[in-house]
């Protein structure tokens, strides 16, 4: 009887954006936002399918460095509005079928990721908690590499010119909306 024995690792980071949790929240749920800053940067990304509800589903695709195309599939486990994503991250094909990885045990293997947001005076505190096989993110980097590269992309995306935010504010005194 063989067993999996492929080693798990949990990483978790948190960072502090200068955007509202509005603009975060967009950033992580609308496919215009996502492909600015998910893939690594330069990378072609495409969304073909999104529904970032409890249980719905985030597929896309991006061309490596090597102009290949990667098909990855994200479930969302739970997902409530503008205060946590949990999902689970795996490689498919470009159906959308989870692939499994060349790791021990030949199971499909997935990174589990949880998101949490929460506002502050200043902006928006995130918390990534991810928990998988080590060395998932890609044959070269660490899964905390990865992360904190994600967490980073992100960072520059929503504090940068070329994100223009889907907030939209309406005065409190004569109810117009405001830029």
Known sequence: MSKNTTLNTTIE???????????VWGAFTLAKHLVNWWAPFGAD????????????????SYLDGVHRQRWRRVFYASVTMQKS???ELTVS????????LPLPGGLPQFLSASVELLPT???????????????????????????????????????????????????????????
């Not at 980071?13 to 603009?23: F, G, R, T, W």
């Open 121 to 179: 005076a200043e902006g928006t505190l995130i918390t990534v908690i991810a928990n998988g096989p080590a060395g998932i993110a890609t044959q070269n980097d660490s899964l905390p590499d990865e992360m904190a590269a994600m967490i980073e992309r992100l960072k520059q995306y929503v504090e940068g010119d070329r994100f223009v935010s889907d907030t939209i504010t309406v005065s409190a005194t004569n109810n117009q909306l405001l830029p």
């Open 45 to 60: 990304m495409q969304v073909s399918e999104l529904a970032p509800e409890t249980g719905g589903i985030f597929h896309y």
């Open 85 to 87: 994503l949990v999902m």
């Open 93 to 100: 094909d470009e159906q959308g079928h989870v692939i499994p």
């Open 13 to 23: 980071m948190q960072a502090h954006l200068s955007a509202n949790i509005a603009d």
